[in-house]
């Protein structure tokens, strides 16, 4: 069984950073694809990073491109998101997640593991 812990939410003013870390056990961590996603209260949750298994292939939502980062450190099993410049709009829930083959995606859909989310609140 997969399990995926995110951590390093919090309450950031704008203009503030947090990165969040996702622990992933149970399988072969080197071997999957990884993203992150949000979901700000009373809307969908939508796509925000991605990388592949090796880490040079990279997508970002446009809303995010330049702000934040995703990296992972397979030796650790860890996932990351290296969030600057945040803004009051950034304020969500994040959840990673993990896809067991394949190229990374856009879509929440194509992932087969979640974590359990950690609360981003960037104040104005």
């Known amino acids: 069984q997969v399990q995926l812990v995110e951590s390093g939410g919090g309450l950031v003013q704008a203009g503030g950073s947090l990165r969040l870390s996702c622990a992933v056990s149970g399988r072969t961590f080197s071997t999957y694809a990884m993203g992150w996603f949000r979901q700000a209260p009373g809307k969908e949750r939508e796509f925000v990073a991605a990388?592949?298994?090796?880490?040079?292939?990279?997508y970002y939502a446009n809303s995010v491109k330049g702000r934040f980062t995703i990296s992972r450190d397979n030796a650790k099993n860890t996932l990351s998101l290296q969030m600057n410049s945040l803004k009051a709009e950034d304020t969500a829930v994040y959840y990673c997640?993990?896809?067991?083959?394949?190229?990374?995606?856009?879509?929440?859909?194509?992932?087969?593991?979640w974590g359990q989310g950690t609360q981003v609140t960037v104040s104005s």
């Open positions: 997640a993990a896809k067991e083959a394949g190229r990374p995606s856009r879509d929440s859909g194509a992932y087969d593991y």
């Open positions: 990388n592949n298994w090796i880490g040079d292939i990279t």
